[in-house]
């Protein structure tokens, strides 16, 4: 009994979404891009907004713009279709 609990091999089980072991797979790279590059420019526009002043509030309404742009523009052509 202990023999054959011992000599049971155990999957790991496979991942569908596209994994590989050590590297993004280029699907969810490219699903993942924009919004996190999005995501990075608005923390920046509020860090810069918090601690700075001069250049770094018009980089805050830059940085806090952007991501409003892109969403208006998406929510625009959507409902145009």
């Known amino acids: 009994m202990i023999t054959?609990?011992?000599s049971i091999n155990i999957r790991k089980p496979s991942c569908r979404i596209g994994h590989t072991k050590d590297?993004?797979?280029p699907e969810l790279r490219r699903?993942?891009?924009w919004p996190l590059?999005?995501?990075?420019?608005t923390t920046s526009g509020?860090?810069?907004a918090l601690v700075s002043d001069?250049?770094?509030?018009a980089w805050a309404w830059f940085a806090l713009a952007v991501p409003v742009a892109v969403g208006g523009w998406f929510?625009?052509?959507?409902?145009?279709?």
């Open 23 to 25: 590297r993004m797979s």
């Open 31 to 33: 699903l993942w891009a």
């Open 75 to 81: 929510s625009l052509a959507r409902g145009a279709r």
């Open 37 to 41: 590059a999005l995501g990075l420019l």
């Open 46 to 48: 509020l860090l810069s």
């Open 4 to 6: 054959f609990l011992v």
């Open 54 to 57: 001069g250049w770094g509030d």
